[in-house]
């Protein structure tokens, strides 16, 4: 054999080996993930079994009705059942969004709070929709969205947190009103200027509470610059 061939033959050689040892780390990555999974499917499961046990009614977990405190406990039961598939976590869900959805539609969410916290449950309407196929969460979750239209906002276009805080913007009031409004325009088709509504509101409230030496968005801004908590010359919260 001369030696072009056996350099040819080693470095064959030496490909295979890398091509091995990266198979068997890809291989140890799935099983990982794998591992990871199972691990927080068994956490996810007696998280569940630990709600369902203790507040047997879900309208029970916080005593605050259609309200984000509820809904963010339930919308994480929703993704353990998308998970596994167990239909009593489905039907503890529903039990909660039917006890306050009336036959014409309307969800009494204390609509006159004008509150963003109360338009988070709003994704239990539309994962509902999802799983039962049952009209009258789509007709709900149509409420919600046009509740939403109209809250009072800034002169700046952004929503007020609650109508009790004149001219405030939340950071977390971007969790609770934007991901329902783009995902109902997703799932249905509709209300689709939600996508050009959840960037303008991110983009303002990203350029009214950063803070200059961390780079962090501070909890709040009030445009008004006379809430308590508001520095006098940029209207922003002291705290992250």
């Not at 072009?4 to 080996?17: G, N, Q, T």
């Not at 509150?115 to 049952?134: A, K, S, V, W």
Request: proline share 3%; no cysteine.
């Amino acid at each position: 054999m001369n030696i072009p061939i056996l350099s040819l033959v080693a470095r064959h050689r030496s490909f295979r080996r890398h091509l091995v040892s990266l198979a068997s780390s890809v291989a140890v990555v799935f099983t990982s993930t794998a591992k990871i999974a199972a691990a927080e499917t068994k956490w996810g499961d007696l998280f569940v079994a630990h709600i369902m046990t203790k507040w047997p009614d879900a309208n029970t977990i916080t005593h605050k009705g259609w309200e984000y405190e509820n809904s963010i406990v339930l919308h994480g039961m929703e993704k353990i059942y998308m998970r596994g598939g167990d239909r009593r976590i489905l039907q503890y869900i529903r039990a909660f969004a039917d006890h306050y959805i009336s036959e014409d539609g309307s969800v009494a969410m204390k609509t006159q709070e004008k509150n963003l916290d109360r338009i988070q449950p709003g994704m239990l309407l539309l994962f509902l929709h999802e799983e039962t196929g049952e009209a009258k969460y789509k007709k709900a979750a149509t409420f919600v969205i046009e509740e939403l239209q109209k809250y009072p906002r800034n002169e700046l276009g952004g929503f007020w947190h609650k109508g009790s805080f004149p001219n405030e913007m939340w950071t977390d009031g971007i969790y609770m009103a934007e991901p329902f409004a783009v995902k109902f325009a997703a799932q249905t088709g509709s209300h689709t200027g939600a996508y050009g509504e959840a960037f303008t509101q991110m983009s303002l409230v990203r350029e009214k509470t950063k803070d200059a030496a961390t780079g962090l968005s501070l909890h709040a801004w009030d445009a008004d610059r006379n809430a308590f908590w508001a520095d006098p010359d940029t209207g922003r919260s002291p705290h992250i």
